[in-house]
Nanobody
């Protein structure tokens, strides 16, 4: 059974930090790029960051550049998203996703996690 299990969400004040983790199982982790998406209430699902399985190159949407950092540990089948200097507009459900190419968009995702809530208070 394929699983992507996110953890690390929570409630923090603006300016704070969180680290999300995504543990994968049931598929060959090394063969997939892994990305993080988020969805705020009333909005569509937005790509936040992704990391290549070939060379570990990271990609970020403009609104999080310099604040969020993605990394992967292939030995642990885990991807991390370090989120710093969090803002209220970062509030959303964050989803881990796996797909065949590094710059993921929702149609390219093959596997989705169940999501973890991130809430930033002002």
């Amino acid at each position: 059974e394929v699983q992507l299990v996110e953890s690390g969400g929570g409630l923090v004040q603006a300016g704070g930090s969180l680290r999300l983790s995504c543990v994968a199982s049931g598929f060959t982790f090394d063969d997939y790029a892994i990305g993080w998406f988020r969805q705020a209430p009333g909005k569509g699902r937005e790509g936040v960051s992704s990391i290549s399985n070939l060379d570990g190159y990271p990609y970020y949407t403009d609104s999080v550049k310099g604040r969020f950092f993605i990394s992967r540990d292939n030995a642990k089948n885990t991807v991390y998203l370090q989120m710093n200097n969090l803002k209220p507009e970062d509030t959303a459900v964050y989803y881990c996703a796996a797909g065949p190419i590094a710059v993921l968009t929702p149609p390219e995702v093959k596997y989705w996690g169940q999501g973890t809530q991130v809430t930033i208070s002002s």
